[in-house]
């Protein structure tokens, strides 16, 4: 798709023509519902009156940072890594080289807790004397790395530069029991090789020494003897310096049973963070400390890494494309997370060097490189797709407040990122796979809720007026979670766009309140009664000729059938949810109204009358709806005049035969009812239940004798064979 704002050098692929008609609103909220990402929160509870909110603190939460305690293992400073840093109980942090104190060793022993691969790594290194320790920058590596010299004797320890060559590593170096080379990077300038390894085992064995390596794997050492380091399980790492920094076990055991500390461990946090909650949690008092403070903890270490990624300027462009791509896509397929994050990667390279269209390099880092940057993980599940099911590596952030912290990060404090992101929205937005389309609509739902001007002018209104109905079906998604965010502007949005002069607009609003009826039914159905109105005569027809047996086509003049499915399908939606009981109430009161509410309410209940359990049985809805309903009080069935202003709500039950009394005696929809009635007898031959219901029902619409001709005729032509039931609108 090509816009003024997207030349088309910016485009990511050719698109198809877009489709003549909008997906069908069933369709819609299923796709939605199925893709929606578990960091919103309430997913289960959507267009149902569940809670709003993202997860994470983005709504009505507080930015804290991270001041005071102490930290030990890896901690990740900008282009450069601080092997390990102590607090100031323990002197002053260590610098790229020089000797490691006997003080810092003795705490660290202290409070180290081995992992799984420790006593492997030890004998390598004793039988080596160079040990090459891989793992994760934040797993404690160079903690360990530590320890396994202190555990083969070393007393003094030195730090080596890792900006050194391997020829020079022990060049010039004071000599000592061992040596730890903390972060190293190969590359083509210098790379490590065995006959480095080789060279630097026999100056070891000279000087009685070890020399631990610690580095992420890559493809230049995978030919290299290694040890991939594994952290301990977190509680462990927390106990040991808790025990560390408290006067007793017993406390400690304590402070690891309260549950904003148990949701924290589940998170997986890495070392850093760990030690650093070990300090804030050792100054917990229950008489003094709020429990939200600990469970504030979390949110305050996930943006003080977002900020360290985007504002360090060395992280490479690409890197930090997959990061955003990643929390657009998080718990989904890595595969499409790479493959979005290399279009947004275009898009970001074009604003940095315009005009000048570098192309993508099909090779970059590593897949396990890749989710430790990120924090993230990779786990074999299945995905659900129109094929059946397919296995898939799905990538996670391990923290899932980090979607929505680094999305909101991106989009307000990094406002030249815009047009690139915007664009990338744009050109995703109208992707075939449900999946992407639906991720789009909950990241613009983000966006909106954190900076609602800047989405509404580069997305969400753009999309609300294309011609492209899939852009207006987006629009009316991102709208709908974005209340569920708690944009409050929404209903006043809506209302804007209801009564807006462009028909597309009109159809998104629409759309958007078929989602959001159970949580405005009010405001729902009195855009509906508007939308009614403000249809032509030709229009009208059209609502009738959806159920017509006939098939004769509507009268001539100019007509927008878009509108009039949009408004049927999104009126029916909101008499299934529910606010049924709110919906039907409307629906009765509108057959006395003008001739367009009178259309739409039964063209609405005749549509909703045909849909079915998702069973065996099958059950129409609402003649279930019917038979569960109590009966009302005895007098006999009130004609529709009565129920326009009733004392009270009317039963269930009244409100239901009063819409089938109608029907069956308009002219227009006469045969549609008779039509749904056939296909519910039908359906029910070998069902006693339901044809039960349904002897119960005829009762009650068989008031007069003339009701009684009809529908008997209606249930020998049945035994007999008659017409068809006619299809569903939009099927």
């Not at 030919?223 to 790492?237: I, M, R």
């Not at 400690?252 to 070392?271: N, T």
């Not at 030709?538 to 000729?545: M, T």
């Not at 408004?567 to 109204?593: D, K």
Request: charged share 20%; net charge negative; glycine share 8%.
């Amino acid at each position: 798709m090509t816009t003024a704002a997207e030349p088309p050098e910016q485009q990511d692929e050719p698109q198809e023509a877009p489709p003549e008609e909008p997906q069908n609103a069933f369709e819609a909220v299923q796709e939605l519902l199925e893709h929606v990402p578990d960091s919103f929160a309430g997913r289960n509870y959507l267009f149902a009156g569940g809670t709003p909110g993202f997860g994470g603190d983005l709504i009505g939460g507080d930015r804290h940072t991270v001041s005071g305690g102490q930290v030990h293992g890896d901690v990740v400073t900008g282009p450069k890594t601080t092997v390990y840093q102590f607090g100031s109980a323990f002197g002053t942090p260590t610098h790229a080289s020089g000797e490691v104190t006997a003080q810092e060793l003795d705490f660290l022993a202290q409070v180290f807790q081995s992992g799984p691969a420790f006593g492997r790594a030890r004998n390598q290194l004793a039988e080596h004397r160079v040990l090459i320790l891989t793992g994760r920058p934040d797993s404690g590596r160079s903690s360990a790395a530590l320890m396994l010299l202190r555990a083969l004797g070393a007393r003094r320890i030195r730090n080596l530069d890792p900006d050194v060559s391997p020829r020079e590593l022990l060049t010039g170096v004071e000599q000592a029991d061992g040596y730890l080379l903390a972060d190293y990077s190969t590359s083509s300038s210098r790379p490590l090789g065995r006959a480095d390894l080789d060279r630097l085992r026999e100056s070891l064995a000279k000087q009685g020494s070890h020399l631990v390596i610690t580095t992420t794997r890559s493809r230049s050492i995978r030919d290299l003897p290694t040890v991939d380091w594994e952290p301990p399980e977190p509680w462990k790492v927390l106990r040991t310096h808790l025990r560390a920094l408290q006067d007793g076990p017993l406390q400690a055991e304590k402070l690891l049973a309260l549950e904003p500390v148990q949701d924290f461990l589940a998170q997986s946090p890495p070392m850093r963070e760990l030690v650093a909650f070990a300090a804030k949690l050792s100054e917990y008092s229950s008489e003094t400390t709020e429990s939200s403070e600990l469970a504030n903890f979390g949110h305050s270490v996930v943006q003080e890494q977002v900020d360290q990624w985007f504002g360090n300027p060395e992280l490479d462009i690409r890197d930090k494309a997959f990061l955003i791509s990643l929390a657009v896509f998080d718990h989904a397929p890595y595969t499409l997370a790479a493959e979005c994050a290399d279009k947004l990667f275009r898009r970001l390279e074009t604003i940095r060097t315009p005009g000048r269209p570098d192309g993508i390099p099909p090779f970059g880092s590593s897949v396990e490189d890749r989710m430790a940057l990120a924090r993230a993980e990779l786990t074999e599940e299945t995905e659900q797709t129109p094929w059946g099911p397919v296995p898939q590596r799905m990538a996670s952030f391990l923290d899932p407040r980090t979607s929505p912290t680094l999305l909101r990060e991106v989009w307000t404090g990094h406002p030249s990122a815009r047009p690139a992101i915007t664009g990338w929205l744009n050109a995703l937005a109208i992707d075939t796979r449900a999946l992407v389309r639906t991720r789009v609509a909950s990241t613009t739902a983000l966006l909106a809720s954190v900076d609602l001007s800047a989405a509404m002018s580069g997305l969400l209104t753009p999309w609300s007026g294309a011609k492209d109905f899939r852009l207006c079906l987006q629009a009316a998604n991102s709208l709908a979670l974005a209340y569920h965010a708690g944009t409050a502007a929404v209903p006043r949005i809506l209302r804007s766009w209801a009564g807006d002069d462009n028909a597309r607009r009109r159809w998104t609003a629409i759309r958007c309140y078929a989602l959001l009826g159970p949580l405005l039914p009010a405001q729902a159905l009195e855009a509906f009664a508007l939308a009614a109105e403000r249809l032509s005569a030709g229009e009208l027809d059209q609502l009738a000729a959806k159920l017509r047996l006939d098939h004769r086509a509507p009268a001539a003049g100019p007509a927008d059938h878009h509108q009039v499915l949009g408004l049927l399908e999104a009126a029916e939606l909101l008499l299934l949810s529910a606010e049924a009981g709110q919906a039907l109430r409307s629906l009765v009161g509108w057959l006395s109204g003008p001739a367009a509410l009178r259309q739409l309410a039964l063209a609405t209940f005749l549509t909703a009358a045909q849909r079915t359990e998702d069973t065996a049985a099958g059950r129409p809805l609402l003649l279930d709806w019917y038979a569960r309903s109590p009966r009302p009080e005895p007098g006999g069935v009130p004609s529709v005049t009565m129920l326009t202003a009733p004392e009270g709500p009317a039963p269930v039950r009244t409100l239901l035969v009063a819409l089938w009394r109608t029907a069956l005696e308009d002219p227009h929809y006469r045969d549609a009812a008779l039509g749904v009635l056939r296909g519910w007898l039908i359906g029910a031959a070998d069902q006693p239940e339901t044809t039960a219901q349904l002897t119960e029902l005829f009762d009650d619409l068989a008031v007069t004798e003339r009701d009684r001709q009809r529908l008997d005729h209606l249930v020998r032509t049945v035994r007999t064979g008659g017409p068809v039931t006619p299809a569903l609108p939009g099927r």
